[in-house]
């Protein structure tokens, strides 16, 4: 078990600052809700979305949804060319922990399952996502979480050691794998969680 005092805090992205979800925009695509769970569930499927997180260039994605499902084209079209209505805002107060925390000076990165151009996108949005020290975006570099090497690519380019840092993340196999390449590592599932308690606990001043 990692016992030393971190020093840096990574956060994922995702529904940690921002508040994801592509039904923010196919609610108002689809009146109905089960089509659009069924939509969701069968063709725009998290399985699809992932691999744009992993790299996939966006136009050869919808060009593949398109010719299975050519029905579809203008809602498959939709998550690409209207991203931003999947971000309904931010987190507010991780947001501002966030914020805190560069403000007394510790050292802050972020891992996020991201594609690249949408990630550039969100930084115009949200600029606040343009101040972190160092970004690993898994769409740049072909890696996802909870893959180890995502983390000790992390590590390795910005010159940390895993035991400094604590990771905060929504998904519990990212957790759990950052815990297991040494980190210090906070499940973040809801807002139920208060993160500047949780960091406090550590030793940050927030």
Known sequence: ?????????????????????????????????????????????????????????????????VNEHPR????????????????????EQNVALLLRLRGAGVPNYSITNFSGPKFSLAKELFPFLAGFDGVIV????????????????????????AADCVFIDDSRANVETARAVGMHAIHYPDEQVDLAVELRRYGFPV
């Open 1 to 65: 078990m990692n016992t030393r005092q971190p020093t840096t805090v990574v956060f994922d992205i995702g529904n940690v600052l921002l508040r994801w979800d592509p039904r923010h925009l196919y609610r108002t695509i689809f009146e109905d809700e089960t089509e659009m769970e069924w939509f969701l569930g069968h063709v725009c499927t998290p399985a699809w979305n992932v691999e744009q997180d992993r790299g996939r260039d966006w136009d050869e994605a919808v060009a593949l949804l």
């Open 72 to 91: 579809h084209e203008s809602a498959i079209r939709a998550f690409h060319e209207r991203w931003p209505e999947t971000i309904s805002g931010t987190y």
């Open 138 to 161: 898994s769409g740049d570099e072909r890696l996802l979480k909870p893959d180890p090497a995502i983390y000790h690519l992390l590590v390795d380019r910005y010159g940390l050691d």
